[in-house]
């Protein structure tokens, strides 16, 4: 995790769209580097959260597998 900061300012100043697993940073200075940069090159800046392991997420797994809940057409989710 240590990496993530480098690698998404490289990829901004190289004008590409980023999406990063958390952290971005281990700062909030460098969080805000990076957020800046995306605003002001208009770039799609995204952090994404992997949740397979929450103990939540894999109770609806295992309810979703069982057919509780009926079949699932989409899932929207907010962490």
Do not use: W
Request: aromatic share 8%; hydrophobic share 40%.
């Amino acid at each position: 995790t240590d990496t993530h900061f480098s690698f998404i300012i490289q990829s901004l100043k190289a004008k590409k769209a980023v999406f990063a697993e958390k952290p971005i940073s281990h700062t909030v200075s460098e969080v805000q580097e990076a957020v800046d940069l995306a605003l002001e090159h208009n770039l799609p800046f995204v952090c994404g959260y992997q949740r397979r392991c929450d103990r939540n997420f894999v109770a609806l797994k295992r309810q979703v597998d069982m057919g509780a809940i009926g079949q699932l057409k989409v899932v929207k989710s907010c962490s």
